[in-house]
């Protein structure tokens, strides 16, 4: 284990930003993180997954450590379910595929989304009417000060919509080390109402699915609205979809009659953040070396070597236009650094 100087992270985001650590080191298992952790001569430090939630705007003066833990294992088994803990590492489409490679179902709808197993619980991801909250059992996390391995069950993590408590007040606390699923063996339930899940196997000429089959019609929906990462910079949806006020929704409707909307509770409707992007006019318009995505509204891209802060003041004008058009405030759903 070296630490490497002045070392670019291009190939370590998603969104292909070129900016240079200063500090730069990879661990891969448990041992080498604490000990880089317990390294005083560097008192700031960044972690680094699959680069796959970020934007990078800066060079970063912080020792970068990028957690490469692999290994994925069954815990326990019955008839009905499995129990599968996967390392932070892991590539999070790949355990997805090992998954279903062995007929275990329950993530099937999460297919091909980027990064790593070990950030998919901080933002509790999600696509196509399933999220990672729905199979999750526990994760693993080592703490920054005690340098100790700490378990959060479900309830601890406290998930909500793109939300967990390491974006909140356990941000920058934990580097998450193992995640653990419990996932179907057979009867599993699937998921095919959302989206354009139904049409597309139709179109396959599927009439019984599979979990297999479920995954194969998510891909190929996703690979025909989202560019590949490997040949167009992105970090996936940029925003989280707005959830606002049913009175709200209803002044909004009035103006706008074709708007699209999913009712989360008696008094919270959520609206596409996609659908207000291209109701704005930036649907597919390029900037230079940037732009919004001609197929997904909600996709901000890198089409060569833009910079970070190119990006991010497009969000901003985005995020602009959205409150003077709509009234309506769009988060990010990716970290800004």
């Not at 100087?5 to 985001?13: F, R």
């Not at 653990?180 to 899940?197: D, E, Q, R």
């Not at 970090?235 to 999913?262: M, Q």
């Not at 609206?271 to 207000?276: D, F, Q």
Request: charged share 25%; proline share 3%; aromatic share 8%.
């Amino acid at each position: 284990m070296k630490i490497k100087e002045n070392i670019s992270l291009k190939p370590y985001n998603t969104f292909g930003i070129d900016v240079l650590a200063k500090h730069f080191v990879a661990v891969s298992n448990l041992d080498e993180l604490k000990e880089v952790l317990a390294r005083s001569a560097y008192p700031n430090k960044l972690i680094l997954g699959g680069g796959s939630n970020m934007l990078l705007t800066k060079n970063q003066e912080a020792l970068v450590i990028h957690v490469n833990l692999k290994g994925i294992s069954v815990i326990s088994e019955d008839e009905n379910s499995v129990t599968v803990k996967a390392n932070a590492g892991e590539n999070w489409h790949e355990f997805v595929l090992w998954c279903l490679k062995r007929n275990f179902g329950g993530i099937e709808n999460l297919s091909l989304i980027p990064g790593n197993v070990g950030t998919a619980p901080i933002q509790n991801i999600g696509a196509y009417g399933v999220e990672l909250k729905d199979t999750f059992v526990s994760c693993e996390g080592l703490s920054l000060e005690t340098k100790k391995i700490k378990s959060f069950s479900k309830t601890d993590c406290d998930f909500g919509y793109r939300n967990s408590i390491f974006k909140q007040h356990e941000k920058g606390k934990y580097i998450i080390t193992s995640v653990t699923f419990k996932l179907t063996k057979k009867a599993h339930k699937l998921n095919i109402a959302y989206g354009s899940i139904t049409t597309q196997l139709e179109e396959m000429g599927v009439t019984n699915p599979t979990i297999q089959d479920v995954s194969k019609a998510v891909i190929a929906i996703r690979e025909s609205k989202l560019p590949n990462p490997k040949e167009i910079g992105n970090s996936g949806s940029f925003f989280k979809n707005p959830i606002v006020s049913k009175a709200d929704y209803i002044a909004l409707a009035e103006n706008f009659k074709d708007i699209p909307s999913y009712t989360i509770s008696e008094d919270e409707i959520k609206i596409p953040a996609g659908w207000l992007i291209e109701k704005s006019g930036f649907k597919g318009k390029r900037f230079g070396d940037y732009g919004v995505h001609k197929k997904q509204a909600l996709v901000l891209v890198n089409y060569g070597n833009a910079k970070g802060s190119d990006i991010l003041n497009l969000s901003k004008l985005i995020q602009k236009t959205i409150k003077r058009l709509f009234g309506i405030s769009i988060e990010a759903e990716v970290n800004i650094l």
